[in-house]
């Protein structure tokens, strides 16, 4: 038969392009519809007339044309029983002659809609043609994601060494027996330690009072005061408002005399309650060759106030030595409350780990099929890393779709069937040493509006032990490789109220300047006021979003170019330069076409770490 309906595309002048592929799809058509290759090819020819298709068949139009197919069938079941109203899930059951035997699992104990939201199988090709999330766009139209060309093409590397190459999975057909018999594995399993913290599911937000916000500008303040003092390089700090004409230290607080940005309105400088009743002058940085400032960042100036009214700088220190704490103390222990929810064989004894780092969102503008997302986890099969990281936002509240309201299930359910359903099949197919960190973002519509974030809840408790979700920011280790989240688009807010000076023949990359604003400050954070998109609740940020330690790899993702770097820290007593590779994968979806990720192999140090961009 396939013969037959090759002849029959060629007697009526159509080429096939992926002609296997076509050929087994058309033939399962013929069987299960009961049609013939002449009328198969009629079909077709009627359906890329009205739509103005070439000559040439090409696989991706080939759900859609099935989807005619099924309009048609219900077309005649509908004749043959007149007022008998189908859905489209029943016309696939009566087409696939499952109907009857679905009858007998109507008169079931009823479940929860959560719980069987999250045993229902993700099925791609209902998804991406019969799905209940249809856009006003017709179903039988092919995405612009589906017909994309350059699919998982290596946009950048990290090192000539990295293994990330360019595939396309469609290329490579995969039945059900090849996931049984050919099941991929990882290649170990990796330990795992979440950062413990007061944010758990469901605990109160949105609480913080005004004493709150004061208490936390003022403790950040003070603690970076007595760190700069606890380093020796410095002198108390004093009073930066008192007239002098000696030198003066001060520490304080960049911020804008009025609403508005740096750029148009004077600096100023708040000093802490303790030094200068948390009174504020005004900053000339004239002297000063080269600086970077933000609302909200904390600094140590040197310079002399003459009249009283006015700072004039001469030296501005915007970090702190690694080897004082912010709480002062010269030689800061590590201390992190931690539990280990994995614990493996032994870990190995240089720090080694593979990663899929991906941000949503994880559908395109133009629909809720997910398409994205799927291709990501067909391409995470082959190549087998330890851990898939994904940040949010997973349901996306700036979605058209989830604007319009015209979905069907609630936020919640539609988190646990398009997400959580996928990720299940994912790490069932590759085998219980596969883990899986889920990230929130304060853009996901089924989450708390707050930050920092409260972990997801993950429903599955068969799968509890291998997707995981943290806090936003959240930190953890695994294969003792300390990994730092925070979904916040710090990098684009920074951006946009920074302000800078370079030294005369000086260039510095800026997103490498902004990023080291982060260390500097010792904050996922630094910036205040927030912007209007972020709902910060002082009274939870003071634990979460400090930054108690230098972790190996920092995941911010943001709207900004993707880029995965080596930043430097500093050093500690001269010794060797600490390193982090701080990475930005960019959004996985954009527009109504595919967006990038990041696959990192870690190995023992920043330096020796590979990794690629890739667009998918």
């Given at each position: 038969m396939e013969q037959q309906i090759k002849s029959e595309f060629n007697n009526n002048g159509f080429l096939l392009q992926d002609e296997q592929q076509i050929l087994n799809k058309c033939l399962t058509m013929c069987v299960q519809y009961k049609l013939s290759p002449t009328d198969l090819v009629s079909s077709w020819?009627?359906?890329?007339l009205n739509r103005g298709l070439e000559s040439t068949v090409h696989s991706g139009y080939i759900d859609a044309f099935l989807q005619q197919l099924q309009n048609e069938q219900k077309d005649v079941l509908e004749k043959k029983e007149?007022?008998?109203?189908?859905?489209?899930?029943?016309?696939?059951?009566?087409?696939?002659?499952?109907?009857?035997?679905?009858?007998?699992?109507?008169?079931?104990?009823?479940?929860?809609?959560?719980?069987?939201?999250?045993?229902?199988?993700?099925d791609s090709g209902l998804k991406s043609n019969g799905s209940i999330f249809a856009s006003a766009k017709p179903l039988d139209s092919v995405t612009p994601f589906g017909v994309r060309k350059n699919r998982f093409a290596v946009q950048f590397t990290l090192n000539k060494t990295a293994t990330s190459e360019p595939m396309n999975v469609e290329s490579r057909t995969q039945t059900s027996e090849d996931d049984i018999i050919k099941r991929p594995q990882p290649t170990s399993r990796c330990s795992l330690e979440i950062n413990k913290s007061h944010l758990e599911p469901g605990c109160r937000f949105m609480y913080d009072r005004v004493e709150d916000k004061f208490n936390f500008l003022e403790n950040r303040i003070m603690k970076h005061a007595k760190a700069l003092a606890a380093s020796g390089l410095n002198e108390e700090p004093m009073d930066p408002t008192v007239a002098s004409q000696k030198t003066v230290f001060a520490v304080g607080m960049i911020c804008c005399e009025e609403e508005g940005r740096l750029k148009e309105k004077p600096i100023m400088l708040q000093s802490s309650v303790e030094h200068s009743g948390g009174q504020r002058v005004r900053l000339d940085l004239q002297k000063v060759e080269q600086f970077s400032l933000f609302p909200g960042q904390v600094v140590g100036i040197e310079g002399h106030n003459p009249s009283g009214h006015c700072l004039i700088a001469s030296k501005?220190?915007?970090?702190?030595?690694?080897?004082?704490?912010?709480?002062?103390?010269?030689?800061?222990?590590?201390?992190q409350a931690t539990q280990e929810l994995q614990s493996a064989d032994l870990p190995p004894a240089t720090p080694e780990i593979s990663l899929i780092v991906a941000a949503g969102p994880y559908t395109t503008i133009d629909n809720l099929f997910f398409e994205p997302l799927t291709e990501l986890l067909a391409y995470a099969k082959r190549k087998e890393p330890q851990m898939l990281i994904l940040s949010g936002p997973f349901i996306d509240s700036e979605h058209p779709e989830i604007k319009k309201g015209s979905i069907n299930l609630t936020y919640d359910e539609m988190f646990q069937r398009e997400i959580i359903g996928r990720l299940q099949d994912y790490v069932e197919c590759m085998g219980s040493t596969v883990l899986v960190i889920l990230v929130p973002s304060v853009r996901d519509a089924h989450h708390d509006f707050v930050f920092p974030q409260p972990p997801f809840e993950v429903y599955p408790s068969e799968i509890r032990h291998q997707i995981h979700s943290i806090t936003n920011p959240g930190t953890f280790s695994a294969n003792q490789v300390n990994v730092a989240c925070c979904t916040v688009d710090i990098l684009k807010q920074l951006s946009a109220e920074e302000i800078s000076r370079n030294a005369t023949g000086e260039s510095k990359h800026r997103l490498t300047t902004i990023a080291n604003h982060l260390w500097n400050q010792r904050s996922f954070y630094p910036l205040y006021p927030p912007a209007e998109a972020v709902p910060v609740d002082f009274s939870l940020a003071a634990e979460v979003l400090e930054i108690s330690s230098i972790p190996d790899i920092l995941i911010i993702p943001s709207d900004l170019a993707n880029f995965v770097r080596v930043l430097s820290v500093g050093k500690i007593n001269d010794e060797e330069e600490i390193k982090c590779i701080c990475v930005n994968p960019g959004r996985l979806a954009r527009g109504e076409g595919g967006g990038f990720f990041v696959e990192l192999n870690f190995k023992g140090h920043a330096d020796s770490t590979t990794a690629s961009v890739i667009r998918i």
């Open positions: 020819d009627a359906f890329s007149p007022g008998l109203h189908l859905y489209s899930h029943d016309v696939s059951m009566i087409l696939n002659d499952d109907y009857e035997d679905s009858k007998e699992g109507i008169l079931t104990t009823p479940t929860s809609k959560i719980e069987k939201a999250s045993h229902e199988q993700s501005i220190i915007d970090h702190i030595p690694l080897t004082v704490s912010t709480d002062g103390n010269t030689r800061p222990t590590k201390k």
